[in-house]
């Protein structure tokens, strides 16, 4: 951890604190995490490599990688992609997120990895997510102002909103309760009109 990450790390720590969301630092109190990570420098040598912090919240691994400065968010290749070179990886906030949360997916039991790439501090910063399969494929998502949607009460609808691109439970139900209306609309409609039919016959 560079000394000049350290302001960041602390940040990150306090808006970790604020979501609810507990996670080690440089290492994961759960032995699987830490076994897989014992592996995982972004030299590719093979040895050990820890992210600013990692942990899980439900099924889902989160891990984090920080810089202190936001022009070291991100670095894309020539395609447009998030560069996997030893330099990026090193380097930006976003490509050493992708490099741990590829090895974790690959390396555990875990089918699901959030990987977070932060940059900056409180005023100035970003804070992208992506999520990872167990096949190590990758999906960038919005970014994001807190971690909050990754807390406990939250990650499930995460998921299945941004990253499955379904419906959640609330807006199924928001979609129901419109379908009730409206047919109930229908029902009073066709109930007003058997009145004026009767007594139309009434009256003829």
């Not at 419906?167 to 409609?189: F, N």
Request: proline content about 2%; aromatic content about 8%.
């Amino acid at each position: 951890m560079a000394k000049k990450e350290v302001k960041t790390d602390l940040w990150v720590y306090e808006l970790l604190k604020e979501a609810g969301i507990s996670l080690d630092p440089q290492g994961s109190s759960i032995k699987e995490l830490n076994d897989a990570l014992k592996t995982a420098s972004k030299s590719g040598k093979g040895n050990v490599g820890f992210p600013e912090y990692c942990g899980v919240v439900q099924d889902f691994v989160i891990v984090i990688e920080d810089k202190a400065d936001v022009v070291k968010h991100i670095q894309r290749n020539n395609d447009q992609l998030i560069c996997r070179e030893n330099k990026s990886i090193t380097d930006f906030a976003v490509n050493g997120a992708l490099h741990y949360g590829i090895h974790l997916a690959q390396n555990t039991s875990y089918k699901k990895v959030i990987a977070i790439g932060v940059s900056g501090n409180e005023k100035r910063h970003k804070i992208s997510p992506l999520f990872i399969n167990e096949r190590g494929e990758y999906k960038e998502l919005d970014d994001v102002e807190t971690f909050t949607l990754f807390n406990d009460k939250n990650i499930k609808e995460y998921y299945t909103k941004y990253i499955l691109k379904e419906e959640t439970d609330d807006e199924k139900t928001t979609v129901e309760i419109l379908k009730d209306a409206k047919a109930l609309h229908e029902d009073l409609r066709n109930a007003n009109k058997i009145p004026e039919t009767i007594s139309g016959l009434s009256l003829s």
